[in-house]
T-cell receptor
Framework: SQTIHQWPATLVQPVGSPLSLECTVEGTSNPNLYWYRQAAGRGLQLLFYSVGIGQISSEVPQNLSASRPQDRQFILSSKKLLLSDSGFYLC?????????????FGNGTRLTVT | RKEVEQDPGPFNVPEGATVAFNCTYSNSASQSFFWYRQDCRKEPKLLMSVYSSGNEDGRFTAQLNRASQYISLLIRDSKLSDSATYLCVVNSAGAGSYQLTFGKGTKLSVIP
């Protein structure tokens, strides 16, 4: 079965500081990987998804970026955080290779930008 | 029209009650549908997929109406542990897309 490791669990960062959130997956090869964000009182917003190493599709331009340096590693980054970047960041993996597969989420990182 | 729309609730029901949630979606080409459950400050977890013919998992029944573009979730004999937010999820962009769009969720509180 798939296991998703996501860290840190909580993070408080000042405005303008950089960000790096890491997600690693076990128990599957060549997974489809996703980054979602859930802002307070709002639904989940898809930020990025990746179908393979070095392949990143962006759904929101903003000041965030993603990278996939290894098959089971997905990184979310920012050079300068904004207050509006606060939220609950979730890494997810597709349960299957089909685009119709449901997603399995990691425990998430709760980011507060001050 | 929003891509996936849910009644935010909250639904406050007594233990043992039956409660139903509805969800509407805007993209008629959507092909996959799910219900997720999210506990407070936790990640969403898959509750069940929704199939065209309808499907049941214990106390939970999911229905899909493609003609009207809505999905429903029925919970029978509610338990305190069912208290959570229920998210409707749709593959919003149709065939070939990797995008699952989440509704904002319906909050359920089961009261003793």
């Amino acid at each position: 079965s798939q296991t998703i490791h996501q860290w840190p669990a909580t993070l408080v960062q000042p405005v303008g500081s950089p960000l790096s959130l890491e997600c690693t997956v076990e128990g599957t090869s060549n997974p489809n990987l996703y980054w979602y964000r859930q802002a307070a009182g709002r639904g989940l917003q898809l930020l990025f998804y990746s179908v393979g190493i070095g392949q990143i599709s962006s759904e929101v331009p903003q000041n965030l970026s993603a990278s996939r340096p290894q098959d089971r590693q997905f990184i979310l980054s920012s050079k300068k955080l904004l207050l509006s970047d606060s939220g609950f960041y979730l890494c997810a993996v597709g349960w299957g290779l089909s685009y119709n597969s449901p997603l399995h989420f990691g425990n998430g990182t709760r980011l507060t930008v001050t | 029209r929003k891509e996936v729309e849910q009644d935010p609730g909250p639904f406050n029901v007594p233990e043992g009650a039956t409660v139903a949630f509805n969800c509407t979606y805007s993209n008629s080409a959507s092909q996959s549908f799910f219900w997720y459950r999210q506990d407070c400050r936790k990640e969403p977890k898959l509750l069940m997929s929704v199939y065209s013919s309808g499907n049941e998992d214990g106390r939970f029944t999911a229905q899909l109406n493609r003609a009207s573009q809505y999905i429903s979730l029925l919970i029978r004999d509610s338990k305190l542990s069912d208290s959570a937010t229920y998210l409707c999820v749709v593959n919003s962009a149709g065939a070939g897309s990797y995008q699952l769009t989440f509704g904002k969720g319906t909050k359920l509180s089961v009261i003793p």
